[in-house]
């Protein structure tokens, strides 16, 4: 279980990521592509283990680090969905609902932990910070309907009676 | 998790061997079951000989579009000096599809030795695996998988002793499902939006860092290994229908089924089979009403087609829709059509990269009035609005997402006009909540 | 001579070069191909779709911005498949377009509003569903982006990104929910992304300073040039009831392609300043008194003619026509020629080569050396004290330079600004300013180019080349010339650089006559 850093204080004064091993991280990465920017997409991974989510200031960071602008890594943050930019519960949950799972009973598992996990609504976190609960778009496990992702962990064939024994995982 | 079911005995597998077998992922484990003998035997042969053994095996590329391999191959510039890419597009999104997903979590270096032989034939040092984000599994077993081959030789500077230098980079996606497009992925690698690029120029000419590049899926390049293997005329020989479609093919099978799971079998298998044996049939007391067969950008089966469709390239084509991913979404009597079409061009337009305006405001307008319809506001004149849309939708953006998006409405409404029909007519409930 | 292809586009036989357009290629065929994301200076993404165009024996539209003709192309931009992609393309544009345009400060000069009114829908089909919505955003000093009108055709972006290369733009999110975004703390500060604004081709990205002010169809448009430097940038005046509101670039490939600078963009408020000398001012028993142009052209002559050593000090934004015959007026005197020459820091636009704010902050130096202006300024102030006459030609004077003015022995304004410090002269003769009149000016390039009345001249005031002429005409009897066009003839018979061209030879995007460099003649 990889738990998601909790991102308490994000109105503190930012400390940069990319320092120690970080840092040593996204070094090792640059020979493996010919342009800094190519490391964007794993830059961005990086701030989002370490921090939970990607701030202004980490955008700002990661930015100087690659020698790109901020504007220009907003623009490519906010294409991709996985990426958090704004503060999310100590773990985030991504339940499946397009055709395939839908068609197994997606609706009723999302239902289940959107009550059991105190969240309500899809998109919102609850209110004792400890999750946020989306709809993703197929999650390429159709076979395996519903499969959820629990932070980095992937619970596959999750029916609304399982939801309980799998949050009771994650405190 | 996620455990395959026991090989069916009218299966024939040869990718799919080793699903299950958690040994299978180790290094050693997979040279205990004769891998990385493809890989040696490759360097062996000159890059024009592998190509000509691809092109003669009849393997098309296992993605979606159905181009033959060797050919893709041969399109590499030869003698220009310049770095060359192999990507493999692991970034199996298209819904009803998650064959590649096992293809890596049980047999990683399956795929690695089926890069290193692309890599190889195409003059490639470096290939990147495009993994989607959502893969953590995946991830996992493939990044273990890659410091492993590394540490016995099978990659780096000089491939098990040849001189060749292959190295492989795993490259995480981030959520976008456009990122499955070859050109949207070459700008996700790149550090930008994952927007599809216009073509020209191509990929072979000028594609990753503005370099020649190929894009392979896992499961074609797997295929790679076996057909190095056992020679370009046993995979040809692997063929029950078209001559044109050959080897094996991994279909996903999923929805309203007993046994969803990943099935290989020939190419020209009976979709009937596939379905009602393979896969177990439909659940007790119902009836089989749809398929999408082709992950969800292809036009939709109905029953007669699909029971009718033999499972290649143009087995599915003679019945009306395509292959595609071969992930069969199947849907029994239960299924709301309209529902789930509603479903899929909401996925589409949450998908839409926006660059395009067909693509950006059709995909969303498409999604409101299906919605509509589905609180039982719908209008007579939706129907034809929503054709008309699509046709525009069809055949003018860079890439095929609007298509995609379309694609389903149009054979919906053509096929199912009567549950369209319900709604519009008040005669069902709705099954949106008006607001 | 590159190879070139046939083609036919809407029945119209064309050749044009390999490698062109189809959208290009149409231009040529007197066929404009309406588009929005494409632009002659920016990298085309092909991403509006509204370019698509039926090409014969081709399978699907092709967009013709980015597809190239091949020989024997018969291409249909008008034809039904054509149009009615283009239709639907409006409507999709149009479903979350507002329907502001009476407030809207494109309203009239708005791609979108134009090309729906030339083939949109008459309807719409996009009923009961509410229109997105975003907030205005400020973009920087002179930016405003009005999300809800945006097309997402990329223009701002791609300008930022290739041609002012500071990517401070970017599209964020994706699908309908795609926007423009900047970064609170990285603004469009670039001294040319009010470029943008021009680029924008709804009223999307908006100036703060024309806001509201004015519209488009109230403007009347004059060719002209910038008057902030040596580059020369071709530019468009609009004014409004003989006010100049906006100016705007012109495109010419040679020397600022699409583009101006924010610096300028925003110098035209002077152009409009109502503290001016509106008739001649002569001293008479000491005192400065209006009189009319028979009384103080003589003036003029009489000093003239009476000096054996003259001084000018002219403005570097005076014509090359003024300067010459301001300059001949002087020919029988020991002359000391010289024009003040502002300087501010140089502002490159990094995409477009041999573009940039120059240092040097008038449009016509290089006029100037031609016209005889060899001294350097300080030369040319040392040699005031004493002097039997100053001729100041609109310079711009600071408190030391006027006092100077005093220790010549006479002194004559030729000046459009009523400067009180000013009034020691003998005479002031009030004249047009560049917006006022013809002429042309020679940029750092050698580049001699025609900039075109705007806006009537107040009171009696006279091109200053007007007035040295028929001063010296006069004076000597030299036949003075009537209109701009035959003052420029006649330099242009007497300076060899010039080469006998006229003004039909400049057309509008100018002539480059001699390869002088920027400040030879300072």
């Not at chain 2, 190889?120 to 890659?146: D, L, N, Q, S």
């Not at chain 2, 409405?409 to 008006?434: C, H, M, N, Q, T």
């Not at chain 3, 006010?243 to 300028?264: K, M, Q, S, T, W």
């Not at chain 3, 140089?346 to 016509?364: D, F, M, Q």
Request: hydrophobic share 40%.
């Amino acid at each position: 279980m990889s738990g998601t850093a909790h991102a308490a204080h994000h109105d503190a004064p930012h400390q940069p990521v990319f320092v120690g091993k970080v840092k040593d991280k996204l070094d090792a990465l640059f020979p493996k592509y010919p342009t800094r920017m190519a490391c964007l997409l794993p830059a961005l991974w990086m701030v989002q283990e370490e921090r939970g989510w990607i701030s202004a200031d980490a955008i700002a960071e990661v930015a100087t680090v690659l020698g790109l602008t901020p504007a220009y890594v907003r623009g490519v943050a906010t294409f991709y969905t996985m990426y958090h930019l704004h503060p999310v519960g100590r773990h985030f949950i991504q339940v499946c609902g397009t055709s395939p799972c839908h068609l197994c009973g997606s609706d009723e598992v999302m239902k289940a932990i959107l009550q059991q996990t105190g969240c309500g609504e899809v998109g919102a976190t609850s209110p004792d910070d400890r999750f946020t609960v989306v709809e993703v778009e197929c999650l390429g496990a159709c076979g395996f309907a519903t499969p959820i992702l629990v932070d980095d962990d992937f619970h596959d064939s999750v029916t609304p009676e399982r939801v309980a024994g799998i949050l009771a995982r994650y405190p | 998790m996620g455990f395959p079911h026991p090989s069916h005995s009218k299966e024939t597998v040869v990718l799919s061997k080793y699903f299950g077998d958690a040994d299978a992922r180790t290094y050693a484990g997979w040279v205990k079951r004769g891998g990385y003998e493809a890989l040696k035997k490759a360097l062996g042969m000159t890059p024009e000989a592998i190509i000509e053994e691809i092109k003669a095996s009849g393997l098309r590329g296992r993605g979606g579009a159905g181009f033959p391999t060797g050919m893709k191959w041969s399109f590499m510039p030869k003698g220009d000096n310049k770095p060359h890419y192999l990507v493999c597009n692991a970034d199996e999104s298209e819904p009803g599809t998650f064959k590649d997903r096992e293809l890596m979590r049980w047999t990683p270096h399956q795929l690695i030795e089926g890069c290193a032989i692309g890599a190889y034939a195409i003059g490639a040092e470096r290939c990147y695996i495009y993994i989607r984000g959502e893969f953590t599994e995946p991830w996992h077993v493939m990044t273990k998988a890659v410091e492993e081959a590394y540490t016995n030789g099978a990659l780096g500077a000089n491939v098990f002793g040849s001189g060749k230098r292959i190295d492989i980079v795993l490259h995480r996606g981030a959520g976008a499902y456009i990122c499955g497009e070859e050109t949207a992925m070459m700008n996700s690698i790149e550090g930008r939006r994952g927007n599809p690029r216009i073509k020209p120029p191509f990929p072979a000419v000028a594609g990753l860092f503005g370099m020649p590049t190929t894009i392979n899926n896992v499961e074609t390049l797997t295929a790679v290994c076996h057909i190095l293997n056992r020679g370009s005329a046993w995979y040809k020989g692997l063929c029950l229908s078209s001559p044109k479609s050959t080897g094996t093919k991994l279909f996903s099978v999923c929805g309203h089924v007993m046994k969803p799971g990943n099935y290989e079998v020939t190419m020209g298998f009976p979709m009937k089979d596939l379905i009602h044996d393979l896969a177990g049939g439909m659940r007790p007391g119902r009836r089989l009403k749809a398929v999408i067969p082709g992950g969800s950008s292809v036009p939709i089966m109905n029953a007669a087609e699909a029971e009718a469709a033999l499972c290649d390239y143009e087995g599915i084509v003679a019945q009306g829709s395509m292959l595609g991913s071969a992930g069969f979404i199947v849907m029994d009597d239960s299924a709301d059509i309209v529902y789930e079409i509603y479903r899929l061009a909401k996925f589409y337009a949450h998908e839409s990269c926006a660059q395009c305006t067909q693509c950006r405001e059709g995909t969303a307008w498409t999604t409101k009035i299906l919605e509509r319809i589905l609180k039982g506001q719908g209008k007579r004149e939706d129907l034809d609005l929503l054709l008309d849309l699509s046709e525009q939708m069809t055949g003018k953006t860079i890439c095929v997402l609007s298509d995609s998006c379309a694609t389903p409405i149009v054979s919906g409404i053509k096929k199912f006009p009567e549950e369209f029909d319900a709604y519009l007519s008040r005669a069902k409930a709705p099954a949106l909540a008006a607001v | 001579m590159s190879e070139l292809v046939n083609v036919t586009i809407d029945g119209v036989a064309v050749s044009v070069p390999k490698g062109t357009t189809i959208i290009e290629a149409a231009k040529q065929a007197g066929v404009l191909v309406p588009h929005y994301c494409y632009h002659p200076s920016l990298p085309s993404p092909a991403v509006c779709r509204m370019c698509l165009v039926d090409v014969e024996k081709a399978p699907k539209l092709l967009p013709a911005c980015v597809t190239t003709v091949a020989e024997g192309n018969v291409i249909n931009v008008n034809n039904e498949k054509s149009k009615k992609a283009r239709e639907s393309v409006l409507e999709f544009l149009l479903i979350n377009h507002p329907l502001d345009c009476p407030i809207c400060d494109q309203a009239g000069e708005c791609e979108l509003q134009d090309y729906v009114f030339q083939e949109g829908r008459a309807n719409t089909r996009y009923e009961d569903y509410a229109k997105r919505f975003n907030p205005v955003e400020d973009f920087g000093p002179d930016v405003l982006y009005v999300a809800n009108r945006c097309i997402l055709c990329t223009r701002c972006v791609r300008f930022m990104e290739s041609v002012a290369e500071e990517p401070v733009l970017n599209v964020s999110e994706r699908g309908d929910r795609a926007f423009i975004g900047i970064d609170p703390d990285h603004l469009l500060t670039h001294p040319w992304s009010g470029n943008v604004v021009d680029l924008c081709p709804v009223g999307s990205l908006i100036s703060k300073d024309f806001l509201h002010k004015a519209r488009a169809w109230d403007l009347d448009k004059t060719a002209s040039i910038c008057p902030g430097c040596t580059q020369g940038c071709n530019t468009m005046i609009d004014t409004r009831d003989d006010i100049v509101v906006r100016l705007r670039p012109r495109p010419n490939l040679e020397v600022n392609r699409h583009f101006i600078c924010d610096a300028g963009r925003a110098d035209y408020r002077w152009m409009n300043r109502g503290d001016r000398i509106e008739a001649p001012l002569m001293r008479d028993n000491g005192k400065l008194v209006p009189t009319d142009w028979n009384h103080s052209l003589a003036r003029l002559a009489e000093l003239t003619r009476g000096a054996r050593s003259i001084v000018i000090l002219a403005s570097g934004r005076a014509s090359t026509e003024s300067l010459g015959f301001v300059r001949r007026l002087a020919d029988h005197a020991a002359v000391t020629a010289a024009i003040k020459v502002p300087l501010g820091p140089e502002a490159p636009l990094a995409g477009v080569p041999n573009l940039a704010l120059r240092k040097e902050r008038v449009p016509n130096l290089n006029g100037g050396g031609l016209a005889g202006y060899a001294a350097t300024w300080q030369a040319a102030l040392a040699a005031t004290p004493g002097a039997d006459l100053v001729i100041v030609l609109d310079a711009d004077l600071d408190d030391a330079e006027i006092a100077g003015l005093a220790k010549a022995k006479a002194a004559v304004v030729i000046g459009t600004v009523d400067d009180e410090r000013m009034h020691s002269a003998a005479l002031l003769l009030p004249t047009t300013n560049m917006a006022e009149e013809n002429g042309t000016w020679v940029n750092r390039d050698g580049r001699v180019q025609r900039y075109y009345q705007a806006k009537a001249a107040p009171g009696m005031a006279r091109p200053a080349w007007w007035i040295a002429a028929e001063a010296g005409h006069l004076a000597t009897g030299a036949a003075a010339p009537a209109t701009a066009a035959d003052a420029f003839a006649a330099l242009s018979g007497s300076i060899p650089a010039l080469g006998g061209l006229t003004y039909a030879d400049l057309g509008h995007t100018g002539r480059v006559v001699s390869s002088a460099t920027a400040g030879a003649a300072r």
